[in-house]
Structures are given as structure tokens and as C-alpha cells.
């Protein structure tokens, strides 16, 4: 079985406006939205074989972040350049590519990417808009990365800083 798990990037910060989009670091709120979605996260036990993330600036630090909050080594991230803004077809591709002994993968990237990505793989789930720092989880019974089809996906749970009745708060 294989999870897989996208995460949009934390809320990123517009005070500088020099600074090129790639570059542009978290905003307060971003940075108080990965924690608590890292502690949302370590409080299921979830522990990811990787976390694949752009090398956006707000993505890798969402990346760091989630990663340290699950107490997890920072060996377990990988950037691509290629994440950044990619389309779902592009994402879908490096994820196809994985190693097959990876079971739990973390994609961390950009709208629209994610969430049409969210929505190609689980046509009901229609989604209209991932939010910052938002989660979807998604499981399937494939045994190869490049196996996963809407045959054998499902959504595990879906959640975002806001969400008050979060799948992930049952303590």
C-alpha cells in the first residue's frame, strides 16, 4: 500500500515586494500554520518515508518545519526546482518516479498544481481551492508508484489550519 500525501505550502509573506516569488519567505500566520498542522500531524503518529518539496522558499521552510514538528531527520527531504508551480501532470510524473520502496510520500508544492492534482486522482472529491498549508491524504492499495489510478485511491482525510472539526484533532 502506498500513502501519499499533498501539502500546499504555509502562507508566504508580501512585505518585500523586490523579492522575486520563489524567494518570498512565510508570513507570520504562515509560520503559525505549520505548527499547528505538524502538531496535527505528529499527534497521529504519521511518519513519511520522504517529503518531496519545491525549492520554493515558502515551501522547503513548510518542508522543515512539518518535518521537525513530526521529529523526523531532515535526511528524509528532497528538493526539485521542478515542483515549483508545476502543472498535476508534471507532480503526477515525479511521483510516478519514485522508488517503490518508499510507502508514505509527502509532495509539498504550489496551487494549482495541488489541487488539480487532488482532483485528477479523486474525481469526487472536488476540491476548488487547496488552501495554505492544507492537506490531502490520500491512500492506495497500488504496490508501485507508477500503479496509482483512480481504481485503487482513496481519500484518507483532507484538512487545513482553519478546519475546525479537523480529522486530525481528536485528542
Given at each position: 500500500?502506498?500513502?501519499?500525501?499533498?501539502?500546499?505550502?504555509?502562507?508566504?509573506?508580501?512585505?518585500?515586494?523586490?523579492?522575486?516569488?520563489?524567494?518570498?519567505?512565510?508570513s507570520?500566520?504562515?509560520?503559525?500554520?505549520?505548527?499547528?498542522?505538524?502538531?496535527?500531524?505528529?499527534?497521529?503518529g504519521?511518519?513519511?518515508?520522504?517529503?518531496?518539496?519545491?525549492?520554493a522558499?515558502?515551501?522547503?521552510?513548510?518542508?522543515?518545519?512539518?518535518?521537525?514538528?513530526?521529529?523526523?531527520?531532515?535526511?528524509?527531504?528532497?528538493?526539485?526546482?521542478?515542483?515549483?508551480?508545476?502543472?498535476?501532470?508534471?507532480?503526477?510524473?515525479?511521483?510516478?518516479?519514485?522508488?517503490?520502496?518508499?510507502?508514505?510520500?509527502?509532495?509539498?508544492?504550489?496551487?494549482?498544481?495541488?489541487?488539480?492534482?487532488?482532483?485528477?486522482?479523486?474525481?469526487?472529491?472536488?476540491l476548488?481551492?487547496?488552501?495554505?498549508?492544507?492537506?490531502?491524504?490520500?491512500?492506495?492499495?497500488?504496490?508501485?508508484?507508477?500503479?496509482?489510478?483512480?481504481?485503487?485511491?482513496?481519500?484518507?482525510?483532507?484538512?487545513?489550519?482553519?478546519?475546525?472539526e479537523?480529522?486530525?484533532?481528536?485528542?
Amino acid at each position: 500500500m502506498k500513502r501519499l500525501t499533498l501539502l500546499r505550502h504555509a502562507q508566504s509573506s508580501s512585505e518585500n515586494a523586490r523579492l522575486p516569488d520563489h524567494d518570498r519567505p512565510l508570513s507570520a500566520r504562515g509560520q503559525r500554520d505549520t505548527a499547528a498542522m505538524g502538531s496535527r500531524l505528529f499527534s497521529q503518529g504519521t511518519e513519511p518515508s520522504l517529503f518531496l518539496s519545491s525549492t520554493a522558499t515558502r515551501a522547503s521552510t513548510t518542508t522543515k518545519k512539518i518535518v521537525e514538528a513530526l521529529g523526523s531527520s531532515h535526511k528524509i527531504i528532497e528538493t526539485d526546482r521542478n515542483l515549483y508551480l508545476a502543472s498535476h501532470s508534471d507532480i503526477l510524473k515525479m511521483i510516478e518516479d519514485q522508488e517503490n520502496t518508499i510507502s508514505d510520500l509527502f509532495i509539498v508544492g504550489h496551487n494549482p498544481g495541488l489541487t488539480d492534482l487532488a482532483n485528477h486522482l479523486l474525481p469526487d472529491f472536488c476540491l476548488d481551492n487547496l488552501p495554505t498549508t492544507g492537506i490531502v491524504a490520500i491512500e492506495s492499495t497500488a504496490q508501485k508508484w507508477s500503479d496509482l489510478s483512480r481504481s485503487n485511491l482513496s481519500l484518507l482525510y483532507y484538512d487545513y489550519p482553519e478546519n475546525t472539526e479537523s480529522p486530525l484533532n481528536k485528542n
